[in-house]
C-alpha cells in the first residue's frame, strides 16, 4: 500500500515538473519576439499546445502512456483555472 502511495506522488512530481518545464519554454521571448508568435492568450495557447503535443507525442512513442495521460489531465486542469481566473465560469462555457 506504502509503495503505491510512493509511486503515485513520484509520478505526480514527475508530471508537476513536466507541467512546469512545457509552461516554461512555450514562454520563452524568442517565440514572442524572433519568431513572430503573437503575445495574447491565443499565442500563448498555442505555443502551449505546440509544445505538449510534442512531448506527448514523445512520451508515447517511449512507452509510457500513463505519464502521457496524467500530463494531459494536468494540462487541462491548468487551461480550466486559467479561464476561470479570467473570468469564465461553467455557465460561459
Known sequence: MLN???RNAQKTRVVDALHAALNARARL?????????ADT???RFDMLAL???????????AGRADLADD??????AAFD???RDLGTGDMGM
Not at 521571448?29 to 508568435?37: L, M, N, P, Q, W
Not at 500530463?71 to 487541462?76: E, K, N, S, W
Open 41 to 43: 492568450i491565443d499565442g
Open 51 to 61: 509544445h505538449a503535443w510534442m512531448v506527448l507525442s514523445r512520451l508515447r512513442a
Open 71 to 76: 500530463l494531459t489531465g494536468a494540462l487541462f
Open 29 to 37: 521571448a524568442v517565440f514572442f519576439r524572433e519568431y513572430g508568435v
Open 4 to 6: 503505491a502511495l510512493r
Open 81 to 83: 483555472t486559467a479561464l
